[in-house]
């Protein structure tokens, strides 16, 4: 147990919908990092969070937002869903240079 | 910008076998190296990490990885495989501007009895 918590454990819906994806880092762990996991991309970092100010973009979608709340916890946002944002959603938390996985969101878009 | 290279996408070892795994990158600065290993439906569990201190790490379950800046390599071992082995590896760099990382595609361990 990496002490990341990551819910919902499983998220289906339908194309078009708007879901949020919730991350609970470490305890002390300032920093929140967002990865998608797809067959076809492999892992891919999204964004990262530092005390709640927006630290580093990846590869994030303009329909995909985050935010970091003075709780430290970390909310990803997917919109206007398509049939290719299903995949794997993972939070990590560090407090420098060693990040900790959460056991993921499953997102299946129908 | 950084970007790991894993050689091999399947690696297929009989119990009680050296594992090898193979791993590449390329930072424009001195990296941060990782291993994870991710078991079926599972998240993402930290093995090793080299942030440029000993060349050799030494990691959880038996792993090691060695450091060598001239073949810009992080190759992963261990001695004699066994059945809870088989799980996905990834390497991953970091550099210390932002820790963000960039993996390597994976490579998928299967242990023969």
């Known amino acids: 147990d990496s002490g990341v918590t990551q819910t919902p454990k499983h998220l289906i819906t339908a194309t078009g919908q708007r879901v949020t994806l919730r991350c609970s880092p470490r305890?002390?762990?300032?920093?929140v990092y967002w990865y998608q996991q797809s067959l076809d991309q492999g892992l891919q970092f999204l964004i990262q969070?530092?005390?709640?100010?927006?630290?580093a973009k990846g590869n994030i979608l303009e329909r995909f937002s985050a935010q970091q709340f003075p709780d430290l916890h970390s909310e990803l946002n997917l919109s206007s869903l398509e049939l290719g944002d299903s995949a794997l959603y993972f939070c990590?938390?560090?407090?420098?240079?060693?990040?900790?996985f959460g056991p993921g969101t499953r997102l299946t878009v129908l | 910008a950084q970007s790991v290279t894993q050689l091999g996408s399947h690696v297929s070892v009989s119990e009680g076998a050296l594992v090898l795994l193979r791993c590449n990158y390329s930072?424009?600065?001195?990296?941060?190296l990782f291993w994870y290993v991710q078991y079926p439906n599972q998240g993402l569990q930290l093995l090793l990490k080299?942030?440029?201190?000993?060349?050799l790490v030494k990691g959880i379950n038996g792993f090691e990885a060695e450091f060598k800046k001239s073949e810009t390599s992080f190759h992963l071992t261990k001695p004699s495989a066994h059945m809870r082995d088989a799980a996905e590896y990834f390497c991953a760099v970091s550099e210390s501007n932002d820790y963000k990382l960039s993996f390597g595609a994976g490579t998928t361990v299967t242990v023969r009895a």
């Open positions: 930072s424009s600065v001195p990296p941060y």
């Open positions: 969070y530092y005390n709640g100010e927006e630290r």
């Open positions: 080299y942030t440029s201190a000993a060349t």
């Open positions: 990590a938390s560090s407090v420098q240079d060693t990040q900790y």
């Open positions: 305890s002390g762990d300032l920093s």
